[in-house]
Nanobody
């Protein structure tokens, strides 16, 4: 399994960005997906997650109402739409994937240890 993130960049506060993560080596519909971020000197933190069934989502309080996670099964991609960006959103953003059994298809996972596969990360910088 390989995860490739794209869409990061340098924006101003209040702008929007859309991150994408393309999964290869397996059907994304078999997996639960998540986005995490890591700022310099800080630990990796949870941002958003979506269940295997795509009908359950979870968000960190800091991004709730501004970020939206979604899956495009046709493109085998998970997206993170980020609106009203703030300087404190500056970080390297990582997508993550874990296999989910059918009986766990509506579960979201919010800690890094629960994921098996990670992308290389994409930098998001928000200037004030």
């Amino acid at each position: 399994v390989q995860l490739d993130e794209s869409g990061g960049g340098l924006v101003q506060a209040g702008d929007s960005l859309r991150l994408s993560c393309e999964a290869s080596g397996g059907k994304i519909s078999d997996f639960a997906m998540g986005w995490f971020r890591q700022a310099p000197g800080k630990e990796r933190e949870f941002v958003a997650a979506i269940s295997r069934s795509d009908d359950t989502t979870s968000y960190a309080d800091s991004v709730k109402g501004r970020f939206t996670i979604s899956v495009d099964n046709a493109k085998n991609t998970v997206n993170l739409q980020m609106n009203n960006l703030k300087p404190e959103d500056t970080a390297v953003y990582y997508c993550a994937q874990r296999f989910a059994t059918l009986d766990m298809r509506q579960v979201t996972y919010t800690t890094p240890d629960e994921y098996n596969y990670w992308g290389q990360g994409t930098q998001v910088t928000v200037s004030s």
